[in-house]
DNA sequence: TGGATTCCTAACGCATTCTTAACGCCGTTC
DNA sequence: GAACGGCGTTAAGAATGCGTTAGGAATCCA
């Protein structure tokens, strides 16, 4: 499952870095995204929602900390400031108006790559939602170690619940006692064909509708089991 | 009603190094906690939870990017690193192991406080979120370090704490005997599941209505314990 | 330095979980 | 149609893990 590439949005004027950091940006795998003004930047950053940006303070049209201040009103997207000005009041002036990190020219490619890659791990936490397997009545939330049955929570023992997620882990194909029994039991000698039949009887009570007539966890003759996924 | 000021720990070797930031640091309004070594620093970050770490990568004792490997795992304490050396691959490599920031010396203390700054921002999620934490009749107050249960406080040791506060920021997912022993006691070795009993019993006797039957702080047999966040 | 708090550790009883065995059912084979 | 193999079911003992208590060690603070 592949997430879109972070999206980087660049305000700046002069159409040569522009050139200089869209090679960087693109060729460290981001979507790029550029304004060579302050109002077309803000613009952007409403329209796009960009993951980081990259702000030039020596704009033409409006000031470099305006624009963070006015920025700053309604969104919390990481900002790297990047500017000629080396000054220290200038880096603490921009610094305490709500951006990120300050990078002086010139600077490396490299670093400001890595300075991006602290930026979006910063942004990053609390942004996903966890992953969740669905099937019929079945909700199953890896991420808590949780399995709900038509909303209702049913507890699972450690072996059970790792007997479980193997088999949704390869969901709609067979997977053989053998391998069921290694990835379960741990390849530990004296694991027995009996174990993966006695827990999957426990499993289909505890969450098939009638375990006697299983829906979901299919017996595979002489094979293995089986979790179906399509009706 | 004042919240205490943020505590900021400088690993550094150099005497007048030290001596120059404590200046700076306590003049800056914050508590300040030094250490000359890397084993040191490890151990008062985890005696203090400080909330900002100045690390020097030029250490005696161990190198800087082992010492962020081992406190990344257990801790996501923002830590500014302060460098003589100021090649490019250095900054990228203490940035990519879990560094926040990168200062080469020398550098003005006014960019230092206006980073230390940036970082406390980083780390206090909710400036405009809520810094309490509820759960039926408990109050968390982060912030303040309080605990109300019903309206009324409830006191807890700092490890009771810590484990508490844990869970709060895993709500509702399970977290492994491991987890919390590294996040709780550091990673100090000699920890062991025993402990987590122990103060797992401790906090339901303070916390739960009736504590042999714990409504939210629940036992995952084999696996973990989980705060549980729904009915 | 003394007192109080907090932490670590051991021991015991209880609950859960795992393992193992016995038995019944079903389909296939000879 | 009897024998066989594979599977499901149930139950009981064994093993493991957990909760609880308490006392001594370590630490902190005045």
Redesign the interface.
Known sequence: MSVPAPQILLVEDEPQMRRFLRVALEGGGYRYLEAASGQEGLTLAVQHRPDVILLDLGLPDMDGLDLMTRLREWSRTPVIVISARGR??D??GA??VG???YLTKPF?T??L???I??ALR?AD??TAEDPLFTLGRWRVDL????VLVGGQEVHL??LEYRLFTTLIRHAGKVVTQRQLLKEVWGGVAGAQPLYLRVYMAQLRHKLEEDPSRPRYLQTEPGVGYRLRTEE
């Open positions: 220290e009041t880096k603490i610094l305490d951006a990120d990190d490396g490299g670093e790559l890595a300075r890659r602290v910063h936490p609390g991420a808590r170690r949780q023992t450690p």
